[in-house]
């Protein structure tokens, strides 16, 4: 059984930092590329980085310089490290397994986790 789980968020002042987590089980972790998705209250979907399995990384333009993603293939893990944190950060945060074979993948994923929320608030 496929399982993601991600744990790290929290509340955060803006400016603040955070990393999250996302644990994985029950696939073969290092052929596959990883994705964090985010959900806002009363927004779609949004893609928010993702790492291919050779470590290559994507980021969408809203989080680019301020987050990083990486992964450790020997703990099926990938964190999403999020430095400079605005109010607009605040959302639910995914991670998500991309298809086998995907170079990787933004919303279209195949299976993702319960989500971890982050708000960024004074």
């Known amino acids: 059984e496929v399982r993601l789980v991600e744990s790290g968020g929290g509340l955060v002042q803006p400016g603040g930092s955070l990393t999250l987590h996302c644990t994985t089980s029950g696939f073969n972790f290092k052929y596959f590329a990883i994705t964090w998705v985010r959900q806002a209250p009363g927004k779609p979907l949004e893609w928010v980085s993702s790492?291919?399995?050779?470590?290559?990384?994507w980021y969408a333009d809203s989080v680019k310089g301020r987050f990083t993603i990486t992964r450790d293939n020997a703990k099926s893990t990938v964190d999403l490290q999020l430095n400079d944190l605005r109010s607009e950060d605040t959302a639910i945060y995914y991670c998500a397994q991309c298809e086998q074979y995907r170079v990787y993948c933004r919303t279209d994923y195949i299976d993702r986790g319960q989500g971890t929320q982050v708000t960024v608030s004074s």
């Open positions: 790492i291919t399995s050779g470590n290559t990384q």
